[in-house]
């Protein structure tokens, strides 16, 4: 409770959001994303992860070429994932889609002032999620702000009153969708911090083409289950749609 996936172990994402119409999604791989490795540059609360394709011989077929130039089998979606959702004395469960993985529904049990716990299993995997509330997307003089203009934002600094809820402030930043692969720069920091910030170094390359585009801040409840395959993080709060002035 309280921790976050390394980027590059990630195998497997739960989020619980949308309240008061909430739903829950949750997507597995069999392996790591052979895209992401180590990011390339870091502040204390963000990172920069920098793809490049290229570097393999040409691979097999169901193989794919990893960020660290390697040949690797391309990785699949769980199908045979089951999630269970208790709260109040009451309980949902939902299977993966059999054909393409991952689950999402609504939820129709719980309020935003419940805790839920949750049960993932696939395979011989059981990972058992005690009680976690949701967060509340209260950030009081929530701001997101840029150095420069929307092409050359240069730094970047969200900044909130402190909380005392005890949850966490997120947010990934794609690079611009006119570019190809899976470069990003991901902060977050403890809401009591008030602040994560990101150097221009990291903000910059996103912005390719037709600028920045910063698509909002999460303020969630986490938690990380380290397992065998690799890190499945829980996300449960609600996106603060917000800009970068």
């Not at 709260?87 to 059999?98: I, L, S």
């Not at 129709?108 to 005690?130: N, Q, R, Y």
């Not at 912005?207 to 993080?233: D, M, Y």
Request: net charge negative; with cysteine; aromatic share 8%.
């Amino acid at each position: 409770m309280g921790e976050v996936c390394s980027r590059d172990a990630v195998v497997g994402l739960v989020v619980l959001n949308g309240f008061p119409q909430p739903y829950l999604s949750a997507t597995l791989w069999d392996a790591r994303d052979p895209w992401i490795g180590e990011p390339e540059l870091t502040t204390a609360t963000c990172a920069y992860h920098h793809y490049t394709a290229g570097g393999c011989p040409t691979c097999e077929e169901g193989e794919t070429c990893s960020v660290s130039g390697v040949c690797v089998p391309e990785r699949r979606t769980i199908k045979d994932a089951t999630l269970t959702v208790s709260t109040g004395g009451m309980q949902r469960e939902y299977a993966a889609n059999p054909q393409q993985g991952g689950i999402y529904s609504q939820l129709d049990i719980g309020t935003e002032s419940s805790s839920f716990e949750m049960t993932l299993k696939w395979g011989e995997t059981e990972v058992v999620l005690a009680p976690m509330a949701v967060a509340s997307g209260e950030l009081d003089n929530l701001t997101v702000d840029i150095e420069g203009d929307y092409e050359k934002p240069d730094a970047l600094d969200a900044t909130w009153t402190p909380s005392d809820e005890g949850a966490f402030v997120r947010s990934t930043i794609p690079i611009n969708h006119h570019a190809s692969g899976p470069t990003f720069t991901e902060c977050g920091a403890p809401d009591s911090a008030g602040s994560f910030h990101a150097d221009a170094a990291m903000i910059n390359p996103l912005s390719v083409v037709t600028g920045l585009e910063f698509q909002g801040i999460e303020h969630v409840f986490v938690a990380a289950a380290q397992t065998p395959q690799g890190c499945v993080e829980f996300r449960f709060g609600k996106h603060v749609l917000v800009g970068a002035q």
